[in-house]
T-cell receptor, first 115, second 111 residues
């Protein structure tokens, strides 16, 4: 089955620093998504990417859909304490003509921001 | 709108007990999903539904059953709970080309 490898597993940074994390896949995805999960809450969509090579920003967040369709990157600039949480990548393919929107999730990156 | 709600928020079961988790959405979404989240493993799809009265297996369906009798509700059942089912369970819903919208989760412990 499809697998996503997300790295790093955890990050400890100082407020104001930039953050980078990425996901790689053994197979092609047609959609890449980045979610954030706060403690005790469900994942919330941050950025959605639908085209290879696409670069999309959402405030201080920027994500890119890799040209090979097998990877994606998320950058957070000038981190603040409320950026703390778990960040997940997720990929979706249309292999086999499935239309139910099955997502494959990465293992998550735990981000800690020290004031 | 309440979005996606899940009941209960927490539950402790003994091995062999049964229970049902309820997911409700008020957005008239067609698609609904049940995931489990375990440390270091991301979210894994248990079962999903593409519409009222339909259900299908995801990647980790064993030990779980589901029902979608009403469009707004998606129930996840554990007939005989096992310690391996200790996890956080998330429900999600989706409509058309929009992305999945997640509920707040149910934390289940099986002793």
């Amino acid at each position: 089955g499809q697998q996503l490898n997300q790295s790093p597993q955890s990050m400890f940074i100082q407020e104001g620093e930039d953050v980078s994390m990425n996901c790689t896949s053994s197979s092609i995805f047609n959609t890449w998504l980045w979610y954030k999960q706060d403690p005790g809450e469900g994942p919330v969509l941050l950025i959605a990417l639908y085209k290879a090579g696409e670069l999309t920003s959402n405030g201080r967040l920027t994500a890119q859909f890799g040209i090979t369709r097998k990877d994606s990157f998320l950058n957070i600039s000038a981190s603040i304490p409320s950026d703390v949480g778990i960040y997940f990548c997720a990929g979706r393919s249309n292999a086999g003509g499935t239309s139910y929107g099955k997502l494959t999730f990465g293992q998550g990156t735990i981000l800690t921001v020290h004031p | 709108n309440a979005g996606v709600t899940q009941t209960p928020k927490f539950r402790v079961l003994k091995t062999g007990q049964s229970m049902t988790l309820l997911c409700a959405q008020d957005m008239n979404h067609e698609y609904m999903y049940w995931y489990r989240q375990d440390p270091g493993m991301g979210l894994r799809l248990i079962h999903y539904s593409v519409g009222e009265g339909t259900t299908a297996k995801g990647e980790v369906p064993d030990g779980y059953n589901v029902s979608r009798l009403k469009k707004q509700n998606f129930l996840l059942g554990l007939e005989s709970a096992a310690p391996s089912q200790t996890s956080v369970y998330f429900c999600a819903s989706r409509q058309g080309m929009r992305e999945q919208y997640f509920g707040p989760g149910t934390r289940l412990t099986v002793t």
